[in-house]
């Protein structure tokens, strides 16, 4: 049974924090992803990275960073937390390109920044 | 700039009855179309897909169509069931160079009554 773990369901930090979520996956995926759901704007992409120590900007990376030391594990920072990225956050794997579509997803981290 | 659009954001189905969720998309260069179901404090979980060069795929209840001329795409769930009930998310792979990733809808919120 495939595996996608996000170290934590809830977090509330405070504004100006550093933040750090965790991903870890148990499938040997190439690729990782982080998204963040908010109501009316669906999952938008925040990095992904296709392979240890790669990464690449998504459709939102501003105030966030990301860290991929090991094939299975993927974090997500948020520098300085402000009470804009409160959020869900959704960490996913998937094959690389020419493999299976689609990307398993973790069951998220509803982070509050108060 | 929203390449991927869910224009409902919900729709109420009796029991039994057929659901129709809709997607549309701008970019051409997408080669897999994906529906997945999300329920509240989860994560989105995988429901079918369809690649590029097909029109029709059919999984049990689940049947999505794929019109490319008209750059849409639509999930079929009949009959209806309760446990249908959750919001459904259209996502479209394209491919980086580096990686493939998905590009997500805002999502359709299927309420299935008795």
């Known amino acids: 049974d495939v595996k996608v773990t996000q170290s934590s369901r809830y977090l509330v930090k405070r504004t100006g924090e550093k933040v750090f979520l965790e991903c870890v996956q148990d499938?040997?995926?190439?690729?990782m992803f982080w998204y963040r759901q908010d109501p009316g704007l669906g999952l938008r992409l925040i990095y992904f990275s296709y392979d240890v120590k790669m990464k690449e900007k998504g459709d939102i990376p501003e105030g966030y960073s990301v860290s991929r030391e090991k094939k299975e594990r993927f974090s997500l920072i948020l520098e300085s937390a402000s009470t804009n990225q409160t959020s869900m956050y959704l960490c996913a794997s998937s094959l690389p390109t020419g493999g299976f579509a689609e990307a398993f997803f973790g069951q998220g981290t509803r982070l509050t920044v108060v | 700039d929203q390449q991927v659009k869910q224009n409902s954001p919900s729709l109420s189905v009796q029991e039994g009855r057929i659901s129709i969720l809709n997607c549309d998309y701008t970019n051409s260069m997408f080669d897999y179309f994906l529906w997945y179901k999300k329920y509240p404090a989860e994560g989105p979980t995988f429901l079918i897909s369809?690649?590029?060069?097909?029109d029709k795929n059919e999984d049990g209840r689940f049947t999505v169509f794929l019109n490319k001329s008209a750059k849409h795409l639509s999930l079929h769930i009949v009959p209806s069931q309760p446990g249908d009930s959750a919001v459904y998310f259209c996502a479209a792979r394209s491919d980086t160079g580096t990686a493939s990733k998905l590009t997500f809808g805002t999502g359709t919120r299927l309420q299935v009554t008795l």
């Open positions: 369809i690649s590029s060069i097909k």
């Open positions: 499938m040997d995926h190439e690729n």
